[in-house]
DNA sequence: TTAATTTGCCTAAATCGTTTAGGCAAATGG
DNA sequence: CCATTTGCCTAAACGATTTAGGCAAATTAA
C-alpha cells in the first residue's frame, strides 16, 4: 500500500485551503482525509486532534498575514505605512477568507505569546512611531487601529453593507483617512 | 409521561443561556435537551434543526441588543449618545458573551433583512445626526463605529489585550473620545 | 544485502451529536 | 366523553471524532 507523504505542515496547508474553500468552521479531519484519498486514522499520526489541526491552520493565517503587513510598511511611514498596513489586512481577508477566519481562533495564552500575534501589535507599533504618540495613547491608538481594520473587515465579510449602496472601498479609504487624521491631532496635543 | 411544557421561544432562551455559560459554538440540541431533562428528539418538534436553533438565538441576541441600545441613546445627543451607544455594547457584550458572539452568526439575507440588524444601522445614523456629517460621509461613518466597537470587544474577549499593562477601560474611553473628535472635525470640513 | 527498527497508514470499534420515522399518551374542544 | 391535535417518546441511521492494535513500507545498521 503506497504512502500518500503526509506531514503536520501538509495537512495544515490542505485545511487552509479547505478553510478557504468551505470556510474554517466547515473544517473538518474528516475532509481532509478525504482529500488525501486517506483514512481519517491516519492523520491522528500527524495532528493530535481536530482541534490541534484548526490551532496549526490559525497559526499558519497569522504568520502569512503577518509577513504580509510587514512586507507592506516596509519603507513607508506615516499616511502611507496606515494605508498599506490597512490594505494588507482587507488583501489578505479577501483572498483567504478562511484562513483570515481561523486568526480569530480562541488560543490558549501560552500559545497564542508563542503565535505571529505579537508581531502583529508590534507592525501596529511600528506604524505609529511616524506619530509620535506618547504612552499610554500608543497603546490606546494600537487597540483602536486593531479593533477598527479587523471589526471593519468582519462586518463587511458577513454582509452587512450589502443593503447600502455605498461603495465599501470608498468606506474604507475614508477611515483610513479619518484614522490618519484623527492620530495626527492626537500627536499635536 | 408529564410534559416539559417545551416551545421554541423557551428553547431559545434556554440556548442563548446556554452560549452564555459555554460559548455560542458550543451550544447543541443535545445539551439543550439535557438541561431539560428530555430526549433529543423531542426538541425537533418545536425546531428545524440544530442551524434552525443556532439562528433563533442570533435573533434574539439582535434584539435585546438594539433594545438595549435604543435605550441607552434616547435623551442623549452628541458625545453623550456616542458614549451611551458604546457602552451599551461592551456591557452587553460582558454581561452576555455567548449571546454577543451569536450575534455575529451569518443569516442569509432575508433572514437578516427581517432581523433588528437594520435597527442597528438606524441606531448609529440617529447618533450621528448630531454630527451632522452629508451622504455619503453618514455611512462611512456608520461603518467606522460598527466596526470599531465591534472589533475591539472582539479583540478584547479574544484577550488580546492581555499582555499590555493599560486598562481596557482607560483604552475604550479614549478611543471614544477620539472618534467623538473625528466625526465633530468630519462635520466642519 | 539483509536484519532490525521505526514510521505510516490501515481495520475495527467506541463515543457523541444530528436527524427522521413512527407510536402512544396527554391536552384540548366540540 | 369522544375525536383530534399536540408533545414527548423509542428506535435507528448517519457522520465526525478518537483510540487501540496491526501490518507493511521506509530507514538504518550490521
Known amino acids: 500500500m503506497a504512502r ?5 505542515e501538509i495537512l495544515t ?12 468552521d466547515q473544517v473538518t479531519v474528516t475532509e481532509v ?5 486517506v483514512k481519517v486514522a491516519s492523520l491522528y499520526s500527524h495532528v493530535k486532534s481536530s482541534q490541534d489541526l484548526k490551532v496549526r491552520i490559525a497559526l499558519l493565517a497569522l504568520t502569512e498575514l503577518a509577513d504580509r ?10 499616511r502611507d505605512a496606515l494605508a498599506a498596513f490597512a490594505e494588507a489586512y482587507r488583501g489578505y481577508a479577501r483572498e483567504h477568507p478562511g484562513r483570515y477566519q481561523a486568526t480569530r481562533l480562541r488560543l490558549d ?3 497564542a505569546a508563542a503565535s505571529a500575534a505579537p508581531r ?12 509620535h504618540l506618547p504612552e499610554p495613547d500608543q497603546t490606546h491608538a494600537v487597540r483602536l487601529l486593531g479593533g477598527a481594520f ?11 453593507f450589502a443593503h447600502t449602496p455605498v461603495d465599501p472601498q470608498a468606506s474604507w479609504d475614508w477611515i483610513v483617512d479619518s484614522l490618519d487624521a484623527l492620530l495626527r491631532a ?3 496635543h
Open 120 to 131: 502583529h501589535a508590534q507592525l501596529t507599533r511600528a506604524i505609529l512611531r511616524g506619530y
Open 186 to 188: 492626537r500627536a499635536d
Open 13 to 24: 496547508k490542505a485545511g487552509a485551503e479547505l478553510a478557504d474553500q468551505v470556510g474554517f
Open 109 to 111: 495564552p501560552e500559545t
Open 33 to 37: 482525509a478525504r482529500r488525501f484519498d
Open 4 to 8: 500518500a507523504g503526509l506531514s503536520a
Open 69 to 78: 503587513a510587514a512586507d507592506a510598511i516596509a519603507g513607508r511611514a506615516g
Open 150 to 160: 479587523h471589526g471593519y473587515i468582519e462586518l463587511e465579510a458577513a454582509g452587512g
